[in-house]
């Protein structure tokens, strides 16, 4: 549930916002990472490698107090907890 307070949001990532989080009092949008990259690769026919590393550079690379925050989601990759590659 949104506090009132101004939320920043990811621009053409609608379907992939997940919810927020509180970070040191500043609430933050929080994005599934793994439904972005395929967002990138239906849209724009990115492979998903390139959706990829074109989300660490161009989306989370750029940082700051009260940006959104990228989670990677063992469900959205089909994977349990277990089977996580490290």
């Known amino acids: 549930m949104f506090s009132g307070e101004s939320v920043l949001l990811a621009d053409g990532f609608d379907e992939a916002f ?6 040191a009092g500043v609430q933050r949008a929080v994005y599934d990472r793994v ?3 395929r967002m990138l690769m239906d ?9 990829d590393e074109f989300i660490l550079y161009n989306v989370e690379g750029s940082g700051g107090e009260g940006l959104p925050v990228y989670a ?3 469900k959205s990759m089909g994977l349990r907890h ?3 590659p490290r």
């Open 18 to 23: 997940i919810g927020t989080i509180m970070d």
């Open 82 to 84: 277990k089977e996580l």
């Open 43 to 51: 849209r724009d026919g990115m492979s998903y490698e390139d959706a």
């Open 35 to 37: 439904r972005m990259c």
């Open 72 to 74: 990677t989601l063992v």
